[in-house]
């Protein structure tokens, strides 16, 4: 079984369109992440979640959003996509406690292209 | 803010050779993750290192933690070209349990 999932695996789209991407984690995890990829391999994150505190990332543009129906998924809303918002986007997620190592582990990605 | 940096970003080696991969970061932290990364792949955890001293092993890799230098190492020990991927260290020193990475080392071993 699939960990940590994710929807689509390939977004092609024009700039100005609003797009969504849905990941969902079967590990039972109480935090959920989403993370940038760029072009040269560098992992940014965007936010982290928990059904208690969202915790956004300065740099991040208001235009993405997270939205989390319920524990197990954390989606990420694009408005307005601009060219430099091509990436590989992941999801990730872990089990947050003082005691333990709160590994994240990750889905496998969406490669976003902004035509 | 936080920063981790890496070196080499980028290393080319033959097989049956040693070598180590370092990890600097910025401020005091009490975990530090190793991830592997192949091409078009998503990153699966190699280690986790959870207080200064630490040290693992699988294979032939083996990661280790100095926290009062902010140092990891992750040394590669006679390497295949099987390990050829990229290599990514991240520390666990932000709000919300955020993950800082350092910029990736891409390591091709060759045959």
């Known amino acids: 079984d699939t960990a940590v999932s994710q929807t689509p695996k390939y977004l092609v789209t024009q700039m100005g369109n609003d797009k969504s991407i849905k990941c969902e984690q079967n590990?039972?995890?109480?935090?959920m992440y989403w993370y940038k990829q760029d072009s040269k391999k560098f992992l940014k994150i965007m936010f982290s979640y928990n059904n208690k505190e969202l915790i956004i990332n300065e740099t991040v543009p208001n235009r993405f959003s997270p939205k989390s129906p319920d524990k197990a998924h954390l989606n990420l809303h694009i408005n307005s996509l601009e060219l430099g918002d091509s990436a590989v986007y992941f999801c990730?997620?872990?089990?947050?406690?003082?005691?333990?190592?709160?590994?994240?582990?990750f889905g496998p990605g969406t490669r976003l292209t902004v035509l | 803010e936080l920063k981790v940096e890496q070196n080499p970003l980028f290393l080319s080696m033959q097989e049956g050779k040693n070598y180590t991969i370092y990890c600097n970061y910025s401020t005091t932290s009490d975990r530090l993750y190793w991830y592997r990364q192949d091409p078009g792949k998503s990153l699966e955890s190699l280690f986790v290192?959870?207080?200064?001293?630490a040290v693992k092993q699988e294979g032939r890799l083996m990661a280790s933690l100095d926290t009062k230098a902010r140092l990891s190492t992750l040394h590669i020990t006679a390497a295949v070209h099987d390990l050829s991927a990229t290599y990514f260290c991240a520390n666990h020193g932000g709000a919300g349990n955020m993950l800082t990475f350092g910029g990736g080392t891409r390591l091709m071993v060759k045959p």
């Open positions: 290192l959870l207080s200064n001293g």
């Open positions: 590990l039972g995890h109480d935090t």
């Open positions: 990730a997620s872990s089990q947050v406690r003082i005691s333990i190592s709160n590994e994240q582990f």
